[in-house]
């Protein structure tokens, strides 16, 4: 066993040892911050596999902006942790039957040979190889239409989130931009004049 098939190893058991902690532990903030060290160790198995692009991109996405996202709303939000847990019985046998279907999954991608699914070799890389580049090349050249399918389905998703929360309430107070650009001093402000008082000198008293 070399350093790299080692190293493999070490951040597998720890990525499957955080994502377990992420659904298991009680505490919100402690399963963000396991999911935290679970995209750290998904991008050290990038580099391991030479895909320096993607492991940057998923270290500086999700967990520079997502994840930090996700740590704010749930230490702002006042979360109710038992009406949280009242559907985990009803959503077990769904859930149980999804990771099952993901194991198997796994199964025939890691011991594939022994199935007779043994994939071929990958090439040597030349000297001057650049993964960004050709990634690049295979997202605006081979796969430009489901690049771009998936930009106006996320861009639909967008907008419907947006449409979603902008729902008028009676109690929420709204601002229009036109009326304070078009607002004159007179109608804001009133100048009043009152009148000044004298004060009158304090004597002390003898023996003071």
């Known amino acids: ?27 919100p903030v402690h399963a963000a911050l396991f999911l935290v060290l679970a995209f750290f160790t998904g991008a050290g198995l990038w580099l391991l596999l030479e895909a320096e692009f993607l492991a940057i991109t998923l270290v500086l996405v999700y967990v520079g902006a997502v994840m930090v996202l996700f740590l704010f709303v749930v230490m702002m939000l006042d979360i109710n942790l038992e ?3 009242e559907g985990f019985w009803h959503h077990l046998p769904l859930a149980v039957a999804v990771a099952l279907l993901m194991a198997v999954e796994m199964a025939l991608v890691v011991g594939g040979k022994h199935f007779g699914l043994a994939l071929s070799a990958v090439p040597a890389h030349p000297a001057g190889y650049s993964n960004t580049k050709e990634l690049g090349r295979l997202l605006y050249t081979e796969y430009v239409y489901p690049v771009e399918i998936a930009a106006v389905i996320l861009l639909v ?3 419907a989130a947006i449409a979603l929360t902008m729902r008028r309430r009676k109690d929420s107070k709204y601002q229009d931009p036109a ?23 304090v004597q002390a008293e003898p023996g003071e």
């Open 1 to 27: 066993m070399n350093f790299e098939t080692f190293l493999f190893y070490c951040l597998s058991a720890i990525l499957l040892f955080a994502a377990v902690r992420v659904i298991t532990v009680r505490n």
């Open 83 to 85: 009406r949280l847990r």
């Open 157 to 159: 998703a967008i907008i």
């Open 179 to 201: 009326e304070q650009v078009a607002v004159k001093r007179s109608s804001r402000v009133r100048l009043v004049r009152v009148q000044a008082e004298e004060r009158q000198a």
